[in-house]
């Protein structure tokens, strides 16, 4: 959605706009503490303004506004979390452009870092704690990771590659966005990063393809299809929804900046012909 989707909400009879048009954190007049804070889309996004990172404990972190605690904007944060209010958090998908995540909670204040914790479930919310114990730290490492990865890494990437491929299948062309995935390059078991340049637009069928090796995307874009199922009988979709597509190129985003990672398919490639 866009700033404008959200400008004019309905709460109680009350217009309020539900994501500042300047600012990374919204805290209405008409309420005490925060409502949405926002992370802005960034190609790189080591050089966004705000390093928004994830902390040993698996629990991501929100940067203050500043350095100054008790700046307006950085009260309206802890007033949210001391009084456990829902947030929304509004990721940047392209310029303009964000996805809604909510609803996510600040359950930590870390003043000396100048950020707070936060949390994106109840259950990883209530558990909340600064135990020493090894096995309680692991545990809920994995569950926060799980979490981070399923509500907020997975639906961001997807949106990130679809508004990039603009919201149609490398591959094939199609453009029903329920019938699209981003497919991972490198895969989430392997370290594969939830950026752009890791991932390609595919709609389902070539999405497990891809997966499964019946086909890969060389260094150069060029789609090549495995020998045996080249030369396989079985009917109109295996000839043009995969057959067909050996030696053609798949349609990259028109941003240099966003197209797929040579490095990357090289080694998908490479794993391709090995399970040759």
């Given at each position: 959605m866009r700033?404008?989707?959200v400008?004019?909400?309905?709460i109680?009879?009350q217009?309020?706009?539900?994501?500042?048009?300047?600012?990374?954190?919204r805290k209405?007049?008409q309420?005490?503490?925060a409502l949405?804070?926002?992370?802005v889309f960034?190609?790189d996004?080591?050089?966004r303004p705000y390093?928004?990172e994830r902390?040993?404990?698996?629990y991501?972190?929100y940067?203050?506004?500043?350095?100054?605690p008790?700046h307006?904007?950085?009260v309206a944060l802890r007033r949210?979390?001391?009084?456990?209010?829902p947030l929304i958090?509004?990721?940047g998908?392209?310029?303009?452009l964000?996805?809604?995540?909510a609803p996510?909670w600040f359950?930590?204040?870390?003043?000396?870092?100048?950020?707070?914790?936060v949390?994106?479930?109840?259950?990883?919310?209530?558990?909340?704690?600064?135990t020493?114990?090894?096995?309680?730290?692991?545990?809920r490492?994995?569950?926060?990771?799980r979490v981070v990865r399923?509500?907020?890494?997975q639906?961001?990437?997807?949106e990130?590659v679809?508004a990039?491929?603009e919201?149609r299948?490398?591959l094939?062309?199609?453009r029903?966005?329920?019938?699209l995935?981003a497919?991972?390059?490198r895969s989430d078991?392997?370290g594969?990063?939830?950026?752009v340049?890791?991932?390609i637009?595919?709609c389902?069928?070539?999405?497990a393809a891809?997966?499964?090796?019946?086909?890969a995307v060389?260094?150069?874009?060029e789609?090549?299809?495995r020998?045996d199922v080249l030369v396989?009988?079985?009917?109109?979709?295996l000839?043009?929804?995969?057959?067909?597509?050996h030696?053609?190129?798949?349609?990259?985003?028109?941003r240099?900046?966003?197209r797929?990672?040579?490095?990357?398919?090289?080694e998908?490639?490479?794993e391709f012909?090995?399970?040759?």
């Amino acid at each position: 959605m866009r700033r404008e989707d959200v400008a004019d909400f309905n709460i109680d009879g009350q217009r309020i706009a539900l994501m500042d048009p300047q600012r990374g954190i919204r805290k209405p007049r008409q309420l005490d503490a925060a409502l949405s804070i926002r992370t802005v889309f960034s190609i790189d996004p080591g050089r966004r303004p705000y390093d928004d990172e994830r902390g040993s404990d698996g629990y991501l972190r929100y940067k203050w506004r500043g350095t100054d605690p008790r700046h307006p904007e950085n009260v309206a944060l802890r007033r949210a979390m001391e009084a456990n209010l829902p947030l929304i958090w509004f990721q940047g998908i392209e310029t303009g452009l964000y996805l809604p995540v909510a609803p996510v909670w600040f359950v930590h204040e870390e003043p000396t870092r100048h950020q707070f914790v936060v949390a994106f479930d109840e259950h990883q919310r209530d558990s909340w704690d600064q135990t020493s114990d090894a096995q309680v730290i692991d545990l809920r490492r994995a569950y926060a990771d799980r979490v981070v990865r399923e509500r907020l890494h997975q639906p961001v990437f997807r949106e990130r590659v679809l508004a990039a491929y603009e919201n149609r299948c490398a591959l094939c062309r199609l453009r029903h966005r329920e019938l699209l995935d981003a497919a991972h390059i490198r895969s989430d078991a392997k370290g594969g990063e939830p950026v752009v340049t890791n991932g390609i637009a595919m709609c389902k069928i070539h999405h497990a393809a891809f997966d499964n090796r019946f086909m890969a995307v060389r260094p150069n874009y060029e789609i090549e299809v495995r020998a045996d199922v080249l030369v396989e009988e079985d009917g109109p979709t295996l000839k043009h929804a995969l057959q067909g597509l050996h030696g053609r190129s798949i349609e990259v985003p028109r941003r240099r900046a966003l197209r797929p990672s040579s490095a990357l398919l090289e080694e998908r490639y490479e794993e391709f012909l090995r399970a040759g």
